[in-house]
């Protein structure tokens, strides 16, 4: 049966279709502006980690653990971008702004399944980290190949059993209210404002159990891993080998300190944003800037992937002389 919508965005009687996307509001102007920055920073975010997946893949050099975690990173901060962007901005000037009920459903799930991911797999990246610099006989042995690709299908499989239950629990509620989310992607809190039933499960669970626990666990392993890694390199002798794991652990903490960050101002804690505009900010961070930063953060501050850059450039410019 079709949904019957009012002026107001109350539904009457009948299924619900489907979603309205509102997005940002604002004159044309302002509409305009916005589609003009998240496309910018879109490209460079396709661009800068689909750079970080070539160079490591075609750098035998960078054929390492740290650099196998920091590949699936760029991986993972590429599709969660992919999933919530280009939506984001066909509705900028789209007239509708409809998303279907199985569409929303999908982003959601898919949303869920690469933040997750991601959140646990910074924690993996730290743990990695710890071991090189903490036990560095002891490394070779316990992050060989085969214990790096099953830490991160271990990631992707919790993230997986996450996104079902954030998806199931959340989609099974009645939006009998309204059919317009106040958000420019299907995200939790946005959903629960429009669902008629009591959403208390949700927020404790959903939100605050599972979200906030992941978080605290990843946190918990940073700092845990990140103490050990600070007094190991305090002990050292040499002040250019502490130089240079304090800037590659550097770039790594900014990473986690913006990612971690955000996902707690949101999902760590019961009414953790004021108001659906803050959230649509914070959201923005999470789901935009920090992808298209993260590349620039592993390969401005670090020499390693700056000389594999030189290096591909110089072979790319050695092929284009000779043929």
């Given at each position: 049966m079709a949904t019957a919508v009012h002026r107001n965005g109350s539904l009457s009687t009948g299924s619900l279709q489907g979603f309205v996307l509102m997005?940002?509001?604002?004159?044309?102007?302002?509409?305009?502006?916005?589609?003009?920055?998240f496309l910018v920073l879109y490209v460079m975010t396709v661009l800068g980690n689909l750079t970080m997946i070539m160079v490591i893949?075609?750098?035998?050099?960078?054929?390492?653990?740290?650099?196998?975690?920091?590949?699936?990173?760029?991986?993972?901060?590429?599709?969660?971008?992919?999933?919530?962007?280009?939506?984001?901005?066909?509705?900028?000037?789209?007239?509708?702004?409809?998303?279907?009920?199985?569409?929303?459903?999908?982003?959601?799930?898919?949303?869920?399944?690469?933040?997750?991911?991601?959140?646990?797999?910074?924690a993996v990246m730290a743990y990695d980290r710890f071991m090189a610099i903490c036990s560095p006989l002891r490394y070779p042995v316990t992050m060989c190949p085969m214990t790096c690709a099953r830490l991160v299908l271990g990631t992707f499989c919790v993230a997986c059993l996450n996104s079902i239950v954030q998806t199931s629990l959340t989609f099974q509620l009645p939006f009998c209210s309204s059919n317009y989310i106040d958000y420019f992607f299907c995200d939790v809190p946005p959903l629960l404002q429009l669902a008629c039933a009591n959403t208390a499960l949700n927020e404790l669970l959903v939100m605050f159990g599972i979200c906030g626990f992941i978080i605290v666990c990843a946190v918990f392993v940073v700092i845990i891993s990140y103490g050990y890694i600070t007094v190991t390199i305090?002990?050292?002798?040499?002040?250019?080998?502490?130089?240079?794991?304090?800037?590659?652990?550097?770039?790594?903490?900014?990473?986690?300190?913006?990612?971690?960050?955000?996902?707690?101002?949101i999902y760590g804690q019961p009414g953790g944003v004021a108001s659906m505009d803050q959230g649509k900010v914070v959201s923005t961070i999470y789901t935009l800037i920090i992808p298209m930063l993260n590349p620039l953060i592993y390969s401005l501050r670090n020499k390693d992937v700056k000389d594999a850059l030189r290096r591909l450039g110089h072979r790319h410019s050695l092929v284009k002389e000779s043929g």
């Open positions: 997005g940002f509001g604002g004159s044309t102007e302002t509409q305009a502006l916005l589609f003009a920055i893949t075609l750098d035998a050099r960078l054929h390492s653990p740290m650099y196998f975690f920091l590949k699936n990173l760029s991986f993972v901060d590429l599709c969660l971008s992919s999933v919530i962007i280009p939506n984001a901005l066909a509705n900028i000037f789209s007239s509708s702004k409809t998303i279907s009920f199985a569409g929303c459903a999908t982003q959601f799930f898919f949303f869920s399944l690469l933040a997750a991911t991601e959140a646990v797999l910074l305090l002990r050292m002798r040499s002040g250019s080998g502490r130089h240079k794991l304090f800037s590659t652990c550097g770039s790594h903490m900014t990473a986690v300190s913006l990612f971690y960050g955000t996902g707690f101002a």
